[in-house]
């Protein structure tokens, strides 16, 4: 059974950074794509970013282009959100995901185990 715990969120004022932290069990998680969604209060849950295997291949979405990264560390089963120049817009519930593919999708259903999800809220 795969478990994914995030980490990190938290409230933070119009500008400021947050980086989410989501480790993953099991031994293979070399082998599979990840992503970080976002689902904001009466709204439908959307994707933030996602990365391949590798980390080689990245995609963000338009809203967080330029503001966020995606990484990964293999050796720690980690993936990573860095969050920059937030602002309350980016409040929302962070969850991340694991695709059983090397390469991300950018639906929700492309991903087939979540976290419980961490919270971040954007102060203006």
């Known amino acids: 059974q795969v478990q994914l715990v995030e980490s990190g969120g938290g409230l933070v004022q119009a500008g400021g950074s947050l980086r989410l932290s989501c480790a993953a069990s099991g031994r293979t998680f070399s082998s599979y794509a990840m992503g970080w969604f976002r689902q904001a209060p009466g709204k439908e849950r959307e994707i933030v970013a996602a990365?391949?295997?590798?980390?080689?291949?990245?995609y963000y979405a338009d809203p967080v282009k330029g503001r966020f990264t995606i990484s990964r560390d293999n050796a720690k089963n980690t993936v990573y959100l860095q969050m920059n120049s937030l602002n309350p817009e980016d409040t929302a519930v962070y969850y991340c995901a694991r695709r059983s593919f090397t390469f991300y999708g950018t639906r929700p259903y492309d991903y087939d185990y979540w976290g419980q999800g961490t919270q971040v809220t954007g102060s203006s």
């Open positions: 990365i391949s295997n590798s980390g080689g291949s990245t």
